[in-house]
């Protein structure tokens, strides 16, 4: 899901990134890591958190906020 945020954050063509959808992406994303992180071995869990951390940075910067 992460990977799907970071398509839709993509400048293709000279197409605008569909930022609605990379939002909606990250909350998703999110939401199955939160759901199943309990059961994930510590370094799956670090290495999740810090994708799910530069999707995040790169959906801010963006959007340019």
Not at 36 to 44: A, Q, S, T, V, Y
């Amino acid at each position: 899901l992460a990977l799907a945020a970071h398509a839709y954050m993509a400048r293709d063509e000279g197409k605008e990134p569909d930022l609605a959808a990379a939002e909606i992406a990250i909350d998703v994303a999110t939401a199955a890591f939160e759901r199943g992180k309990e059961r994930m071995r510590p370094e799956d869990r670090l290495s999740i958190t810090q994708m799910l951390t530069e999707t995040r940075l790169m959906f801010v910067k963006g959007r340019g906020l």
